[in-house]
């Protein structure tokens, strides 16, 4: 085959494709953009090294749920390997050539394709196997997706389907074919008699179907990634990345209220002072998060990097017991209403026009929020370090110091605090009575 | 700890008491049994008494960042005016707040469990234990959320239920995937959202399943949760639970 008219529209497709996937990613990394400046460059070998093991080497996916960890494996090994035929199929599509590494890799060239293929059939079953546990099934963290979630896992795992049996059944074609550069290959070869009854030219057309239809397939899939869970395919890396390195109980302190706090235990403070001349006096930032801008960049991250497959809300205590509360809403509902945000900004000219709701109560509830027991099960279990705790704990902290809004408990625990240095209603003073009682 | 610096003297470690274990009088009980360990073992410690004050750990997990703060502050300064270096405590709330939240605002000490502290008082033979009355027993461990995922820490607490020569039985979920009680985050002071079943009781069910003899718990309010959780249950009375401290006190009969 030589450079025509089928290149040209393989280039166009290819450079629309790509155009079309870097606007949505840009209107995803300018969303990400809108949540405050939050620093997690540090300890860059450590990131590294946690990026490697967890989202390259999928560490967190295999514990403790062996069925969904070995087939997530199967797909995520897959999508790695096949990609590199994928290499070869956008070289051929651009310059007219077919198959170009044949030639060059001899042999080894149809060890690789046996391989991919051999890998080809095990992505097959284990996108079978999951729409049976979405489905059929219906493992217990799936049973609450509904709507668009639930049709959404369904539609990546069909897509997938599809784009293998493509290249498979693209195989089997150039079987038959008898200016074939390589194979038969091993499975491909096995489906061949399916296509052995046709002439030359009609096998030569079905050969130019699979083949488009698995690229343009991959390409389309791309472009359904930002609108998709699926995206986690790509930020699960730096969300590893830039995820806590903290111990799991070590929450941050905020920085804005320390400053008030010191002010105010410094004898030598002066609270009438003006501030020197000439400097601006900002508007006090909002304690906490009410709404998604209220949030750091990394915690908005996380809820694009949600990919909601439940382990987080499966393993919470507060959800396992029926409470309303569940870490992977908490997530869903952050990023529905960053995209919301982002459309508004979209449609007023890069300006975020006042619509009248919030994350808290428009999308969480203060119900969910309270239930939480700060246990970090649901960072534990997520395979990719989102952290829902911190956002429920910075919308607690918008409760808490922004309305005054904690409950009669609480506030009753915190006056006691403020009283007399315990939760409890005790005096300070009766602290030792255990000494003497023997 | 005010006498000891007016006769000049200074402790090895100040042993944090925490609210529970100052005013809560099954919690006072833990106190107690883990200071009947501290004077077997000769350590050199005291307590801030009337001066110790809540570390602000159920203010800050509650969302009220200023409490927590004025806490925080007004105890690094008396931990430091008292030259505090090292800190043991038997709550892990208060372990986790000392060893984790305090460093950034200047609080910065070696802080210990006493899980693990009694375990290196152990190592370094200062008390021994052998037989005792859980010689042989099933002890079931529950992991309190701010001493094994908040900080790691699964296998000091392991070791002291091993060292009584006791079956150590595991539940389900354990270690980093051990269920919570249902106190920490503030819990403790406020009545659960409505649900279908209560933290502490589903927590206690698991224990139960192991068919232990005791429920060992490392934590004040993992504690009160399983206590109550028992009592929920048919094995009131029959089933008690203990923290580590009280176990070792128990089998060196102190």
């Not at chain 1, 080894?108 to 099934?137: G, K, Q, T």
């Not at chain 1, 119900?367 to 279990?381: H, Q, S």
């Amino acid at each position: 085959m030589h450079f025509g008219i089928q290149n040209i529209i393989f280039i166009v497709v290819l450079i629309a494709a790509f155009a079309l996937f870097g606007r949505s990613f840009s209107k995803i990394w300018r969303n990400i953009k809108l949540g405050k400046d939050k620093n997690r460059s540090d300890r860059k070998s450590e990131r590294w090294a946690l990026m490697t093991r967890v989202a390259f080497g999928q560490s967190k996916m295999v514990k403790r749920r062996a069925v969904a960890g070995f087939f997530h494996v199967v797909i995520y090994a897959g999508f790695l390997l096949i990609n590199i035929e994928v290499a070869e199929i956008l070289i051929d599509g651009i310059f007219g050539t077919h198959r170009i590494f044949a030639e060059p890799l001899g042999g080894l060239y149809d060890v690789a394709i046996n391989f991919f293929e051999i890998l080809a059939v095990l992505v097959i079953i284990a996108c079978l196997v999951f729409l049976y546990r979405r489905n059929v099934s219906v493992v217990p963290r799936f049973k609450d997706l509904t709507g668009w979630a639930k049709k959404d896992g369904n539609n990546i795992l069909i897509i997938e389907l599809v784009l293998m049996t493509a290249l498979l059944l693209l195989g089997a074609v150039e079987a038959n074919l008898p200016d074939a550069k390589a194979g038969p290959w091993l499975i491909s070869g096995m489906l061949a008699p399916m296509f052995s009854g046709f002439s030359v030219e009609s096998l030569h057309t079905m050969e130019r179907i699979f083949w488009w239809a698995h690229i343009v397939g991959i390409l389309a899939f791309l472009n359904y990634l930002p609108y998709s869970k699926h995206f986690h395919i790509i930020l699960a890396f730096p969300n590893v990345w830039y995820s806590k390195l903290e111990p799991k109980g070590q929450f941050t302190n905020m920085e804005s209220v320390k400053k008030e706090v010191e002010l105010m235990m410094d004898p030598n403070a002066d609270p009438f002072a003006a501030p020197p001349e000439g400097t601006e006096v900002a508007t006090p930032e909002r304690f906490g998060a009410k709404d998604v801008m209220d949030l750091n960049w990394v915690q908005l991250m996380n809820s694009y990097a949600c990919t909601e497959c439940g382990r987080c809300t499966d393993s919470c205590p507060a959800n396992q017991t029926g409470k309303k509360l569940s870490p992977r809403k908490i997530m869903m509902d952050t990023r529905d209403r960053l995209e919301e945000v982002g459309k508004n900004i979209d449609a007023n000219k890069g300006e975020f026009k006042e619509d009248g709701k919030t994350l808290i109560d428009d999308f969480i509830t203060r119900e969910e929020l309270w239930a939480c027991t700060t246990c970090n099960a649901c960072t534990e279990a997520c395979p990719v370090n989102i952290d829902p705790l911190s956002i429920i704990m910075d919308m607690r902290r918008y409760l808490v110091m922004e309305e005054s809004a904690a409950n009669q408990a609480l506030n009753g625990m915190m006056s006691n605090i403020e009283n007399n240095g315990a939760p409890w209603a005790y005096p300070a003073a009766d602290r030792g009575n255990w000494i003497n009682e023997a | 700890m005010a006498e000891l610096m007016a006769s000049g003297a200074k402790p090895d470690v100040l042993f944090w008491v925490g609210c529970a274990g100052s005013f809560d009088d099954r919690a006072k009980k833990i106190t107690k049994a883990f200071v009947k360990i501290l004077n077997k073992a000769g350590v050199n410690f005291a307590v801030l008494g009337a001066e110790e004050s809540c570390t602000g750990d159920p203010a800050k997990r509650a969302g009220n960042e200023f409490l927590f703060m004025m806490q925080a502050m007004a105890n690094i300064q008396v931990l430091d005016a008292y030259e505090v270096t090292q800190i043991v405590t038997t709550c892990p709330h208060c372990f986790n707040t000392l060893a984790n939240e305090y460093p950034e605002l200047g609080g910065k000490y070696k802080v210990m469990h006493h899980t693990t502290f009694i375990n290196n008082l152990l190592k370094d033979g200062k008390i021994s234990i052998s037989g005792g009355p859980y010689k042989g027993k099933r002890i079931t461990y529950h992991d309190p959320c701010y001493l094994g995922r908040a900080n790691g820490i699964y296998e000091a607490p392991r070791e002291l239920i091993q060292k009584l020569d006791a079956e150590l039985v595991e539940m389900r979920r354990c270690k980093s995937n051990g269920l919570c009680c249902g106190a920490g985050g503030a819990q403790m002071f406020k009545e659960p959202e409505p649900g279908k079943k209560d933290i502490n009781v589903e927590r206690t069910e698991e224990a139960i399943e192991t068919k232990p003899d005791v429920i060992a718990a490392g934590c004040p309010f993992c504690n009160t949760m399983m206590t109550d959780g028992v009592k929920n249950s048919e094995r009131e009375g029959s089933l008690p639970v203990l923290d580590l401290a009280e176990l070792i006190a128990e089998a060196q009969d102190l």
